[in-house]
């Protein structure tokens, strides 16, 4: 007997093409930039943004196998995925880092993961390192730390096809925070020839370069489009802040109505706006900024 085809996801209605929205920010015009955001937190109210764009042909791969994925106890990426376990009704497994966590009570991010039906599995730092997949869960279908594999990067290949093809705001550049590499790489592989997208790493180490370049030989085979990393506003690492962040995510709150996510977000638009007042642009550049995720 032949075995059943995979059924397939059921519909989350994301709204895509996400918005490209103009607002008007003095440090921008006075220098004759034109800042538009890409609204890719608007994508779904549990899945926004690039965890959309990388999540979703994994799960159409996977094809109802459990899914297992690994993070740290903050990870944005394990609650996207736990949250599309529990939407599709799948199972969901979290590879966490930090054997010490396991018994203790659970943090706002981990306990929302479980409250979601993702079974969390944690091991110490060197196991995790390893990123192998315990033996208990060898029939699961994985994906990678942040979500960046080959598919993740093609899934964010129609981000920069929805701002190449944007048709009342011609974009010139794009910008976005890099965590793991595979939204850059597929956002400049989408972009087209006149186009070029600028990263801004989450985490120092300076490592991101050879990843997005990994990353994008992997999905293309070779180099794709133009893109260059700033990895002067990492604040420090990941999830680390500084007053001057913070105080430049509060204003740009007040000023936009927008809520500024402090992992990502908030240092993309900061080393954006930099780089503007440096005049990194030329005058009648229009850059957007993709807002990859909500506080």
């Known amino acids: 007997m032949s075995p059943e085809p995979p059924r397939p996801l059921p519909p989350l209605q994301p709204h895509l093409p996400s918005p490209?929205?103009?607002?008007?920010?003095?440090?921008?015009?006075?220098?004759?930039?034109?800042?538009?955001?890409?609204?890719?937190?608007?994508?779904?109210?549990?899945?926004?943004?690039?965890?959309?764009?990388?999540?979703?042909?994994?799960?159409?791969?996977?094809?109802?196998?459990?899914?297992?994925?690994?993070?740290?106890?903050?990870?944005?990426?394990?609650?996207?995925?736990?949250?599309?376990?529990?939407?599709?009704?799948?199972?969901?497994?979290?590879?966490?880092?930090?054997?010490?966590?396991?018994?203790?009570?659970?943090?706002?991010?981990?306990?929302?993961?479980?409250?979601?039906?993702?079974?969390?599995?944690?091991?110490?730092?060197?196991?995790?390192?390893?990123?192998?997949?315990?033996?208990?869960?060898?029939?699961?279908?994985?994906?990678?730390?942040?979500?960046?594999?080959?598919?993740?990067?093609?899934?964010?290949?129609?981000?920069?096809r929805e701002l190449r093809d944007a048709v009342d705001l011609t974009v010139d550049v794009a910008a976005v925070a890099v965590g793991t590499g595979g939204t850059l790489a597929g956002l400049a592989a989408g972009l087209a020839p006149a186009q070029r997208a600028i990263g801004f790493p989450v985490l120092k180490g300076g490592f991101l370069g050879k990843e997005v370049r990994r990353l994008q030989r992997e999905a293309f085979g070779g180099p794709a489009g133009a893109w260059t990393l700033d990895d002067r506003f990492h604040a420090g690492g990941y999830a680390r802040t500084t007053p001057e962040l913070e105080a430049f995510a509060g204003d740009f709150e007040q000023r936009h109505g927008l809520p500024v996510e402090r992992v990502y977000v908030a240092k993309m638009l900061m080393g954006l706006t930099a780089l503007t007042e440096e005049g990194a642009f030329p005058r009648g550049t229009r850059v957007a900024a993709v807002i990859t995720g909500r506080p």
């Open 20 to 160: 490209l929205q103009p607002v008007s920010d003095d440090r921008f015009a006075r220098h004759g930039v034109q800042l538009l955001l890409k609204r890719d937190d608007l994508i779904h109210p549990e899945l926004t943004g690039n965890k959309w764009r990388k999540l979703a042909p994994n799960l159409a791969a996977a094809a109802g196998r459990p899914l297992l994925t690994f993070g740290g106890a903050y990870s944005n990426h394990l609650r996207a995925t736990a949250a599309a376990g529990r939407l599709l009704g799948f199972a969901t497994i979290g590879v966490v880092r930090g054997d010490e966590l396991a018994g203790r009570p659970l943090n706002p991010s981990l306990a929302q993961c479980a409250a979601d039906g993702m079974r969390l599995h944690f091991v110490d730092r060197a196991t995790y390192r390893a990123k192998s997949v315990p033996p208990a869960f060898a029939d699961a279908y994985v994906v990678p730390e942040g979500g960046s594999n080959s598919l993740a990067v093609h899934g964010c290949t129609e981000l920069g």
